[in-house]
């Protein structure tokens, strides 16, 4: 059977296919492209680090969150207390309180990337900076020409005054 990748149409390579959400793809390119992010970390993606680490904290927290269920359901607060104060010096004695604050400091999906936005800025300040570059150098060159058809009048009055002496 003749298949092709899910995403760009091309034939997948007999070496190596990429699996994600049950479609095939001929590259990790395309996995990318089509919203898989598990590979973004061995390779120049496109992600900003930004978004990879945002990426690895969501996941750190939902581990977390099932730890502090283990913890609950095992009854192993105390235990973990006397961890916490063997390991860091401190009781931390509202550990769980902020485990379930911490619901509100993730970050949805659509927030915006800073590091994006800043990548963004400074190619519109390049952009507005070649454009001036541009400009300067259209400016220099109508001073130059200016330059070059002035001397050619005086050059020619010069011919003409040379001539009225002449006749």
Known sequence: MYRVCFQCGGSPSRG??????????????????????????????????????????????????????????HALGPELEQRLYHETGSTHPNVFESLEESADL???????DPEQQLRATVDTLRAEAADQSALVQAVQGA????????HLERTAMQLEDLRSRQL
Request: hydrophobic content about 35%; aromatic content about 8%; glycine content about 8%.
């Open 16 to 73: 190596r296919n990429f699996i994600y959400l049950g479609h095939m793809f001929c590259s990790r390119k395309c996995t990318h492209a089509a919203g898989d992010r598990s590979a973004c970390g061995g390779w120049d993606c496109g992600c900003t680090r930004y978004a990879k680490k945002r990426r690895l904290l969501r996941v750190h927290r939902v581990i977390m969150r099932v730890m502090e269920d283990l913890v609950f359901d």
């Open 106 to 112: 993730d970050e949805p999906s659509d927030t915006e």
């Open 143 to 150: 001073l130059k020409s200016r330059g070059v058809i002035l």
